[in-house]
């Protein structure tokens, strides 16, 4: 994946030793049960996740420039919510991040980024975002990125030990980014 830049972040591989800083807002319990996954037990579980991310080859570590630490993640996962949209060339983007850095556009601002090399560099034809019905502030960063609200699902999370939630999917199409200013 191509590392990407931002004001004031750098998007970029995962490297095992970015697993203190991943361990630090993973194991948080605001963070992985919003997005569908059980907080961290310790650092090994963080590197085991890192390992993954760089098999994957899908999900970049969100560093802030100012402190040089990994303080979240971002995904650009190969999912296809509609199946009715399955030929066109479509990935969901998912993201975390660390707590004590939430309320200050961070997200947004990576989103953005992400939303642009996808249509530029990727020539993606559909970016879908997700979120659970609870989760209010990644509805705002959804809202905030431009993505429209397409449709929702009952799931059922098995890392979550078959929690019932319900899925809230917003996408955005190319057609309606050409022109759209970041």
Not at 31 to 54: C, Q, T, Y
Not at 56 to 83: C, F, M, Q
Not at 105 to 122: D, N, Q, R
Not at 170 to 176: R, V
Request: net charge positive.
């Amino acid at each position: 994946m191509d590392q990407l830049v931002t004001e004031r972040l750098i998007l970029r591989d995962w490297q095992l030793t970015d697993s203190k800083d991943l361990y630090e807002y993973a194991k948080n319990e605001l963070v992985g049960p919003n997005a569908g996954w059980l907080p961290h037990k310790n650092e090994e579980e963080s590197k085991d996740i890192i390992r993954m991310f760089m098999r994957n080859n899908d999900t970049y570590a969100i560093v802030l420039k100012a402190e040089n630490k990994v303080i979240g993640s971002i995904g650009l996962h190969d999912r296809k919510p509609d199946e009715s949209l399955a030929e066109l060339k479509q990935r969901e983007i998912g993201y975390v991040l660390n707590p004590n850095y939430w309320g200050m556009g961070i997200i947004p601002e990576a989103v953005k980024c992400l939303i642009k090399y996808s249509f530029t560099k990727l020539d993606l034809d559909l970016i879908w975002c997700g979120h659970f019905n609870f989760n209010h502030n990644s509805k705002r960063v959804s809202e905030k990125c431009g993505f429209k609200y397409r449709f929702q699902k009952n799931e059922t999370l098995k890392l979550l030990d078959n929690k019932e939630v319900t899925t809230l999917y917003y996408c955005m199409f190319k057609s309606n980014y050409i022109g759209h200013k970041n």
